[in-house]
């Protein structure tokens, strides 16, 4: 069985504050990790794709990614109350197969 | 068409009556995929179509869950004797290869099972 954990419990950040979520995997043979931002009653959208270990930053974005100690994150800076959704930690273990986690809900406080 | 489009957006039907759900990808998506999303919880991977390959159905829950793809275009999930359990938004996604690569998801069907 294929893990993905995420923190529970929703996330509540002031707004321009930074917002940090982390998502540790059971699979080490893992190679693709990719964090999907769903609002409420909508579906999944791609935000931030990672494969190497290090940081990577897309504007506010940042994903971070440890594959010795597996886990990955996302860092929200400048937070607004447009990223308020659930956030989805999502791991590709190979065979077509997409593994989620949960999700971690953030809720940006004006 | 612009994106994955699916219906019905919303489904109540009475426990032990069939449903069909509808998926039409992004054109030009050969990867087609459905998951279920309980209410608070992650995806569950259900069914994945490649082409016209074997599709792998090793994430239905039940024989009374059954997907057909036909080529690269709509698929159907259809769900059999429905139980309460099966309650959930269900959730198609197409991507242009694999699960590896950016997954486009449809709204979604709220199913709810009275």
């Known amino acids: 069985q294929k893990e993905v954990e995420q923190n529970s419990g929703p996330l509540s950040v002031p707004e321009g504050a930074i917002a940090s979520l982390n998502c540790t995997y059971s699979?080490?043979?893992?190679?693709?990790f990719f964090w999907y931002r769903q609002y409420s009653g909508k579906s999944p959208e791609l935000i931030m794709s990672?494969?190497?270990?290090g940081d990577k930053e897309d504007g506010r974005f940042t994903a971070q990614l440890n594959k010795a100690s597996q886990y990955v994150s996302l860092l929200i800076r400048d937070s607004q109350p447009s990223d308020s959704a659930t956030y989805l930690c999502?791991?590709?273990?190979?065979?077509?197969?997409?593994?989620f986690g949960k999700g971690n809900q953030v809720v940006v406080i004006p | 068409g612009a994106g994955v489009s699916q219906s019905p957006s919303n489904k109540v039907t009475e426990k032990g009556k069939d449903v069909e759900l509808r998926c039409d990808p992004i054109?030009?998506?050969?990867?087609l995929y459905w998951y279920r999303q309980r209410l608070g919880q992650g995806l569950e991977f259900l069914i994945y179509?490649?082409?016209?390959?074997?599709?792998?159905k090793s994430g239905l829950p039940s024989d009374r869950f059954s997907a057909e793809r036909t080529g690269e275009s709509v698929s159907t999930l259809t769900i059999q004797r429905t139980q309460q359990e099966d309650s959930a938004v269900y959730l198609c996604?197409?991507?242009?290869?694999?699960?590896?690569?950016?997954?486009?998801f449809g709204s979604g069907t709220q199913l709810s099972v009275l």
């Open positions: 054109s030009g998506h050969t990867a």
């Open positions: 990672i494969y190497s270990n």
């Open positions: 996604a197409s991507s242009r290869g694999t699960a590896n690569e950016k997954l486009f």
């Open positions: 999502a791991v590709y273990y190979g065979n077509n197969r997409l593994a």
């Open positions: 179509f490649q082409g016209n390959s074997a599709p792998d």
């Open positions: 699979d080490r043979g893992s190679q693709s």
